[in-house]
Every structure is written in structure tokens, then in C-alpha cells.
């Protein structure tokens, strides 16, 4: 790792932000709002997304294209280039003058240019990137884009996590980059409207493209196409054909005011980031500062009324009010993420807005007060549990049924799932995880996981936190919990509320008797595999020691550096 971080290349990330606004947008279809009503999903799915470039790539140079959504030099050759596109939705539109704004405030150059689409100022700049000798990831979707793909520039997809190189467009379109756009001239595009030869689809552009080569080629050669309809779709719609190349091409020389070295990535500056944060109430992603925010992030401290319960007497008063309730939130403190090797650490209910109690039943640790015994507590509790009728909320709920089971009880009355709920609402969305949602739904930032039980080497098991500590974070949890249901479960309407209660509720009974029960496995099987797959592997040991000419050890990072870099002379790639 060292030596190919030494040799690499350095970087130039061009975003294509045109893209990231759509998607986000898209993504998120709840529209987010602040307390003004102003609109805030796109920008706020926008933010995510870049920093998420940014954690995981970490760029040495960085620019973010937009359109300026102006007429371009494509109009003037086809007026009806994009003409199918609709306008967009008024929610978006009040929140496009933002985008520039937030780019800059990471310091990060923000580029656009009347009459040219953010493609071709993105084409312009990554053949500058590596004729500057640095490596060009274009971050896109967009596969227009991709007729860039070249040794030194490759595309990232964030959305399905995937780069492509040149393989990856053979794959896809059957053709090399360097071919695309005569293959797109061929068949078109829709979603730009731009027209191609009527009538001829991927399959038979990819196939005329790799026997002649060129646009200029299959005219050169129609006679000699043997289909009678496609030779005369061909010779109808010549010029179009002609036409489409242009359009799809794009314009890798527009005159810019920027160089590429004055693009490189410096620090956000976290005081107008923070600034344009509480301006939109993205209260979880505002960052201490030397600068105090404008408003603080929300939580429920003034309201909330948390109990831990100790004592039997304050165990049995609690529970004559849970056997009164229709409905309540349960969360599981444990001691393993993995349900089936779990034990319970403690268990927090909630039936009331910012109201929650936490039972401790095996905390662990020097000084922890007395608890209450666990078995006695389940017991107690399990007619409650196991009670169909009483309808029991919770959040990835699966987990915990698995946990109650292992422990000897039956959940039972299962009737709301925010994470199954907020899947359901936005399929899309990247994560359904308590923080984000609370985030999102309640514009509540809860205490994490890791707040309590630490990081890294001082990272400790939940039953060595703290029970005042536990109590706030796994009380919290019911509270949020109960306060999705309320916030969600009004949400799905018609269908959605069909699959809700009619597929989704009923897998997770299923789907947890799976997990309990596990599969069966043939041994023997396995074991015919296991040693069929160890002779494979020492016959590619065999053929890599031929290779390199020598032996060494193949699963040393710095040894294969040495084979492949400075034995071989391949060049290094991130």
C-alpha cells in the first residue's frame, strides 16, 4: 500500500453536480423542509453525497460542473435537442441558486459556462487533468460521459458504487469508448431527445459499429449490408445519423478561465458551511467551530421525561401502566449487534411523547448499583410481550425478536416498523438507520451508539456503560422510536400501506424463524468444493510464480507491489 501510494498519480475528481441535484432530489422524496417552509431535500441529499465523495476519495484536485441552463451550441444545430424534457418541479427550482453557494463554501470551484452543457466543460477539463499527468475520475452517471473513458480518466457511479473503465463500457454498450458516440449516433438517445436512425436499436448499432468501425464506414459500405429494412432505415435517415454524432459529442475544447492547478482541494471553510447548515436547519451536519451557530441543534432535553427503574416497587408500578396501553415502543440494549449471539443488557419502552423507561438488568462494571434480576423482569413482562393485542413498535423490530426469542419469550403483536416504514416511503434512499431518520423526521439529533460505548482501542461493550449514560441513549431510543410511528405510519397511503401490512410485517415473523433455525449444509459437498477450490488455487500460485518468475509470498501487499511495479514494469493504479 505504501509503495503504490508513493507512485501513484495524483488525483482530479470532476463532479458532474447537474447530476448529483437531480438524484438527490429524486432520492429523496420526502421533501424536506426548514422552519420557513423553504425546500431542502436535493440540497440536503446534494451535501451527503459530496461529502461522501470527499471522505472516501480524498482528491488532490476537485472541481463540481453545473449547467447554467441556458441554450447551448446543440439548440442551434437541433432545436429540438432536449425538447422533451419537462420543467422542473417548483420544489427543486426554489432551491438551484444554493448549489454554487455550498460548493464554494468547501472551497471547491464551482464551474459553469453559457452555451455549453456541464459535460463538455468536464470533457475539457479531464483531458487538461491528464495532460497534466494526473488521474481523471469523472463523477457521474450520465452516460454520455463515458466516451471519455480512457487509460488515466475512468467514471464513478456513487449511486451504485461502481467505477467503470474501458472494460466496463464494453460490457455495457459492446462497444469501446472511443466508439460511442457513432454507436449513439446510430441509435439515439430519448432521454435528449436526439433522434438517430429510426427503428435501430442498441443491439444492431453495437453490431454495425464493431464490423465497419465508423459512422463514415457503414455509409461506405451500405450496399453491402445484407438486411433490406436496416440498410434502408440507414440510407433514409443518413444525415440524421450525421446530425446525432454531433450532438453526442462532446466539446473537449471550451475556452475556460480556470487552470487545472488552481484547482486543487483545500479545506472546507467550516464557518460559511456551517453558516448555510443552520440557514437550512441541517442541524446533524453542522461541525463545531470557533463561531457559535445561529440556533442550536434541536434535542428533546427540555421535555423529556426518561426513567430508569431500579427497584421492584418502581418495576410494578411501571408495569400497571404498560398492561393499560394498546400500543407502546420496545428497544433492546444487547451485548452483540449479531441477534442470535445476543444478551439482553437492558430493555427501554415508550407510550408517550419524550416519555421512556430503562430497565438494566446486566450492566457490568466497577460500582454499578444494584439491578433487577433479569429472568424475574422477562418473566414479569412476557404475558405483555406475547399478547397479540397489544401492539408493540419498534425499529428493525427483526433484531429484537430474535433476541426475546433467545431469551424465551415470544414476541408477539408486532404492529410498526420505522425502518421497514421509511423503506417503504423512499426505496432509494441510502440508509434507513435511527440517526439519519430522527434527523429527517424529527429534525432531532439522537446520542449515538458511539457516543456511549466509544471508539477505536476505547471502544467498550454496552454492559460497561454507565447506567445513567445507558439510560439517556437506550430511553432516547424508545422515545424516537414511539415518535416514528407517529410521524410515519401516517404517511403510507393506499399500496404502500397494503404491502406495509399485508408483506412486509408478516416477512419479518418469517424472515427471523429463518435466522433462528439457519439452514442445513452438506458436508461433504463442502468439503469436495473446499479441496477442489485448493487445487485451483495452487495451480494459479503455480502460474504466478511462472509469471514473476520466482516465487514469493502473494498475499504480502509490498512483495506483489515489488513483482508487479518494479519487476514487471506495470504501471501503478490507485
Not at 405 to 413: A, E
Request: aromatic share 10%.
Amino acid at each position: 500500500k505504501y509503495f503504490i501510494k508513493m507512485t501513484s498519480p495524483k488525483t482530479l475528481y470532476l463532479i458532474d453536480g447537474s447530476s448529483y441535484i437531480f438524484r438527490a432530489f429524486y432520492g429523496i422524496r420526502q421533501f424536506l423542509s426548514n422552519s420557513k417552509g423553504f425546500h431542502t431535500n436535493a440540497l440536503y441529499g446534494f451535501v451527503n453525497m459530496l461529502q461522501k465523495t470527499l471522505r472516501e476519495n480524498n482528491p488532490d484536485y476537485l472541481a463540481v460542473v453545473f449547467d447554467t441552463g441556458t441554450k447551448t451550441f446543440r439548440h442551434k444545430l437541433y432545436p429540438k435537442y432536449k425538447a422533451n424534457r419537462s420543467e422542473p418541479p417548483e420544489e427543486l427550482k426554489e432551491q438551484f441558486p444554493h448549489f454554487e453557494p455550498l460548493v464554494q463554501a468547501y472551497n471547491i470551484a464551482a464551474l459553469k459556462k453559457d452555451g455549453f452543457e456541464a459535460d463538455d466543460i468536464i470533457a475539457t477539463l479531464a483531458l487538461k487533468g491528464i495532460e497534466k499527468g494526473l488521474y481523471v475520475t469523472i463523477v457521474s452517471g450520465d452516460k454520455d460521459l463515458m466516451q471519455l473513458i480512457r487509460p488515466g480518466i475512468n467514471m464513478l457511479d456513487t449511486m451504485k458504487n461502481k467505477i467503470f473503465n474501458t472494460e466496463d463500457v464494453i460490457d455495457k454498450f459492446s462497444v469501446p469508448p472511443d466508439k460511442l458516440t457513432d454507436t449513439m449516433a446510430l441509435m439515439g438517445d430519448s432521454s435528449d431527445n436526439i433522434p438517430g436512425i429510426s427503428g435501430v436499436g442498441p443491439k444492431n448499432a453495437s453490431e454495425l459499429i464493431q464490423k465497419y468501425g465508423s459512422l463514415e464506414a457503414i455509409y461506405e459500405n451500405l450496399e453491402n449490408i445484407e438486411k433490406t429494412k436496416l440498410r434502408e432505415k440507414l440510407e433514409k435517415d443518413k444525415d440524421m445519423a450525421f446530425l446525432s454524432r454531433q450532438l453526442v459529442t462532446l466539446d473537449s475544447r471550451v475556452s475556460l478561465d480556470v487552470k487545472i492547478s488552481e484547482l486543487e482541494y483545500k479545506k472546507p471553510n467550516q464557518e460559511k458551511v456551517n453558516e448555510l447548515f443552520n440557514r437550512f436547519e441541517f442541524s446533524s451536519l453542522i461541525k463545531n467551530t470557533d463561531s457559535k451557530p445561529v440556533s442550536p441543534v434541536q434535542t428533546f432535553d427540555s421535555e423529556k421525561n426518561y426513567h430508569c427503574i431500579l427497584s421492584w416497587e418502581d418495576f410494578l408500578g411501571f408495569i400497571n401502566k404498560l398492561n393499560k396501553k394498546d400500543a407502546f415502543a420496545v428497544d433492546l440494549e444487547t451485548s452483540c449487534i449479531k441477534p442470535m449471539g445476543a444478551e439482553i443488557i437492558g430493555i427501554s419502552i415508550s407510550f408517550k411523547k419524550h416519555e421512556a423507561f430503562y430497565i438494566p438488568v446486566d450492566h457490568r462494571y466497577m460500582g454499578v448499583p444494584d439491578q433487577l434480576n433479569k429472568f424475574k423482569v422477562l418473566e414479569t413482562l412476557r404475558p405483555i410481550l406475547e399478547n397479540p393485542e397489544i401492539k408493540k413498535y419498534g425499529h428493525n423490530i427483526k433484531y429484537d425478536l430474535i433476541v426475546f426469542r433467545n431469551s424465551g419469550i415470544d414476541l408477539k403483536g408486532i404492529g410498526f416498523d420505522s425502518m421497514i416504514a421509511s423503506y417503504i416511503l423512499n426505496p432509494s434512499k441510502p440508509n434507513h438507520n435511527m440517526d439519519d431518520l430522527a434527523m429527517e423526521y424529527l429534525n432531532h439529533k439522537t446520542i449515538t451508539y458511539k457516543d456511549i460505548t466509544g471508539r477505536g482501542s476505547k471502544k467498550i461493550g454496552f454492559e460497561k456503560v454507565e447506567i445513567g449514560k445507558a439510560t439517556r441513549y437506550a430511553a432516547e431510543d424508545a422515545d424516537v422510536t414511539w415518535l416514528f410511528h407517529q410521524k410515519l405510519a401516517p404517511l403510507l397511503q393506499n399500496e404502500e400501506l397494503k404491502l406495509f401490512d399485508e408483506l412486509e410485517l408478516p416477512l419479518i415473523q418469517t424472515l427471523a424463524e429463518m435466522e433462528i433455525n439457519g439452514i442445513f449444509v452438506d458436508h461433504e459437498a463442502l468439503q469436495v468444493l473446499s479441496h477442489k477450490i485448493d487445487n485451483e488455487l495452487m495451480q494459479c500460485e503455480t502460474s504466478i510464480y511462472s509469471l514473476a518468475g520466482e516465487k514469493f509470498s502473494i498475499n504480502s501487499p509490498k512483495q506483489l507491489a515489488q513483482i508487479l511495479f518494479q519487476k514487471l514494469k506495470l504501471p501503478p493504479v490507485k
